[in-house]
C-alpha cells in the first residue's frame, strides 16, 4: 500500500500538519518516541490561535519584566495584544493525533526512521517497524534532522538556542510575582565578579512565566553557535534558582517537570526540499531569531498544508515544485533583521550593557523608548519607520562598536544573510549598507558615523 504522505516526527509540526493533511489524504506519522509527548512548553501571540487552537490554550503573558543585577527594572503591560496565551502541549498534540487517527491515518509510535530512496514512483522509508512507500515525504524531525543531514545539508554555521528549565510549584506563593509576568530577562552578577564580563563567558539568560497563583515555568537560555548539552545546563540551571539571592522566590520551588531542548535561531534553510521530500517546522528552520517555532507553525500549517495538497492533487512533488511552497505568514519584512540583532544584543551582550539598555524603557531617561518596541520586535510586527526609530534610539545610547562587537563581524554578516533568507535581498540591502558590509568599512566606529539616523 502506498500513503500519500509519511510524516516522520510527532512533535507538533508533524501532528499539526499531518491533522489538516489526513482530512484528504492516506497519512502515515512516524514517530520515534510517543507521538504528542514533548519536552517543550509555549506561550504564542495571540493572532496565531485559530478557532480549532483555541480550546487548548489558557492564560497567558500580560506584563513584561526586565530585572538586571546591578539594580535596573523595567515592566510594562502587553500592549500589541491583551494577552499572549499559553498553549496547553498535553492537551492539544494528543488532540491532534486523535483527529489524524478518526480521519482514518495512523500514527506510529516507537518507530524510528533510519533512511528512504527516492525514485518515479514515490518514497520508500525504512523505520524500527518496517519499510513504507509513499508518494511524499515530509521532514517534521526537529532541529537536528537526520533527513536534511543525509542530503548533505549543513548547518554547521547556525546560531542554537539551548534551553533547560522546569515547570515549578510555589508552595509559599509567587512573594510578588503576578499571574501573566513574564520575565523577559534577568542577568546575573557573575560568578568571576568582573562588572563587564560577557554572558558568552559567564552565565545564560534567566526567564520565567507565571502561569497560575503557584505555578511558574522557569528557564536558562543559550544562544550560541554550539549546542550546550542538557547535562551541562542542569547544574546551571539548578544554581541559578536555589542559591541567587535575587530568584530567592525560586528557592522554596518544588520541581513539578523538567523541559528542555534545542531550536535554531532564524538560521533560515535555504534547502526546503528535494525530490518527492519536504522540510517543515525546526527541520526547516521555522523559527525567528528570538526563537517563536511554535508560533510559525500555528501560523502556517493550514496555508502551508494547503499547498502540500495541491501539490499531490497535481503531483507536482519535485525539488523546485515543492520548494517553491511558501513557508511563511509572518510578516516578511526588514523587522527580521532587527530581530536578529535585537535577540544576539539581549542574549549576548555583558550584563552593563543589558543594565544602560533596560534603562531606555525608563521614561525619564534622556534616550527613553516605548516598551511597546519590545514587543513589536518579539512579534515581528514593526513597521520599517519603527525600525528607524529603534536604530536611530539605540544608537544614541551605544557606539555603534559596542552594538556590533558581540559577536565576530563575521556573524553579523552571517545574520544578514540569513535574514535576507526571510525578507529578500532588496530589503536588506540598507542594512549592508548600514553595515558596511561589501562596502566601505565604518570610518570611525568610535562615533555613531556609521548610521545616520539622527
Ligand atoms: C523549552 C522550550 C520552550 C519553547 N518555548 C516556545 C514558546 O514559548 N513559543 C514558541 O513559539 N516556541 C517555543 N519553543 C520552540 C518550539 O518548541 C519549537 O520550535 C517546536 O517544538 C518545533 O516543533 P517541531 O515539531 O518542528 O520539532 P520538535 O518539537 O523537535 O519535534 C520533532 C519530533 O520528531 C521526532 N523525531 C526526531 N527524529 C526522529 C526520527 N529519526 N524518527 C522518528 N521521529 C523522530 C522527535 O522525537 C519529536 O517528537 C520552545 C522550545 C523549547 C525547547
Not at 78 to 100: C, G, M, N, S
Not at 234 to 255: C, D, K, L, Q, W
Not at 338 to 347: D, G, K
Not at 396 to 409: D, N, R
Request: proline share 4%; hydrophobic share 40%; charged share 20%.
Amino acid at each position: 500500500m502506498q500513503y500519500d504522505a509519511i510524516i516522520i516526527g510527532g512533535g507538533p509540526a508533524g501532528l499539526a500538519i499531518a491533522s489538516e493533511l489526513s482530512l484528504t489524504r492516506r497519512v502515515l506519522v512516524v514517530e520515534k518516541g510517543i507521538a504528542g509527548n514533548t519536552n517543550r512548553s509555549w506561550f504564542v501571540p495571540l493572532d496565531v490561535v485559530d478557532d480549532s487552537v483555541r480550546p487548548f490554550t489558557y492564560g497567558g503573558v500580560t506584563r513584561f519584566l526586565a530585572n538586571t543585577y546591578s539594580g535596573g527594572k523595567a515592566q510594562w503591560n502587553a500592549r500589541q495584544f491583551p494577552r499572549y496565551p499559553y498553549v496547553d502541549e498535553k492537551r492539544l498534540l494528543p488532540h491532534w493525533v486523535d483527529t489524524i487517527r478518526v480521519n482514518g491515518s495512523e500514527v506510529l509510535d516507537q518507530c524510528e526512521y533510519r533512511s528512504h530512496q527516492v525514485d518515479a514512483d514515490g518514497v520508500l522509508v525504512d523505520t524500527a517497524r518496517g519499510k513504507f512507500a509513499a508518494r511524499l515525504l515530509i521532514d517534521c524531525t526537529g532541529y537536528n534532522s537526520m533527513i536534511a543531514r543525509q542530503y548533505g545539508i549543513s548547518r554547521a554555521s547556525y546560531y542554537w538556542w539551548s534551553v533547560y528549565g522546569a515547570i515549578g510549584d510555589h508552595p509559599n506563593g509567587l512573594d510578588g510575582m503576578q499571574v501573566g509576568d513574564y520575565m523577559l530577562w534577568q542577568t546575573f552578577a557573575d560568578t568571576t565578579a568582573s562588572a563587564d564580563t560577557s554572558l558568552q563567558q559567564g552565565r545564560p539568560l534567566f526567564e520565567y512565566e507565571i502561569l497560575d497563583e503557584r505555578t511558574s515555568f522557569s528557564l536558562i537560555l543559550y544562544l550560541r553557535r554550539e549546542i550546550m548539552t542538557r547535562e551541562f545546563m542542569e547544574p546551571v540551571y539548578n544554581r541559578i534558582i536555589r542559591e541567587e539571592a535575587s530568584t530567592s522566590a525560586f528557592h522554596g520551588m518544588a520541581v513539578k517537570e523538567i523541559k528542555y531542548g534545542w531550536y535554531p535561531s532564524a538560521s533560515v534553510s535555504q534547502e526546503l526540499a528535494r525530490e518527492r521530500v519536504i522540510f517543515a517546522g525546526d527541520a526547516a528552520c521555522w523559527t525567528t531569531p528570538c526563537g517563536w517555532g511554535m508560533s510559525f507553525i500555528l501560523n502556517n500549517y493550514r496555508d502551508f498544508t494547503a499547498r502540500l495538497e495541491q501539490a499531490l492533487s497535481a503531483d507536482r512533488l519535485g525539488r523546485a515544485e515543492l520548494a517553491a511552497i511558501p513557508h511563511f505568514r509572518f510578516r516578511e519584512r526588514g523587522e527580521i533583521v532587527l530581530n536578529a540583532l535585537m535577540t544576539h544584543f539581549l542574549s549576548n551582550a555583558s550584563a552593563p550593557m543589558l543594565d544602560r539598555f533596560i534603562n531606555l524603557f525608563n521614561e525619564t531617561s534622556p534616550n527613553h523608548i516605548d516598551p511597546i518596541y519590545c514587543e513589536k520586535v518579539f512579534t515581528l510586527d514593526i513597521t520599517p519607520a519603527e525600525v528607524h526609530t529603534v536604530l536611530a534610539t539605540l544608537l544614541k545610547e551605544f557606539h555603534l562598536k559596542e552594538l556590533f562587537g558581540i559577536l565576530q563581524p563575521d556573524d553579523y554578516k552571517l545574520l544578514v544573510e540569513e535574514a535576507a533568507a526571510y525578507v529578500g535581498e532588496s530589503v536588506v540591502e540598507e542594512v549592508r549598507h548600514w553595515l558596511h558590509f561589501g562596502g566601505d568599512k565604518p570610518q570611525n566606529p568610535e562615533r555613531n558615523s556609521g548610521f545616520d539616523f539622527a
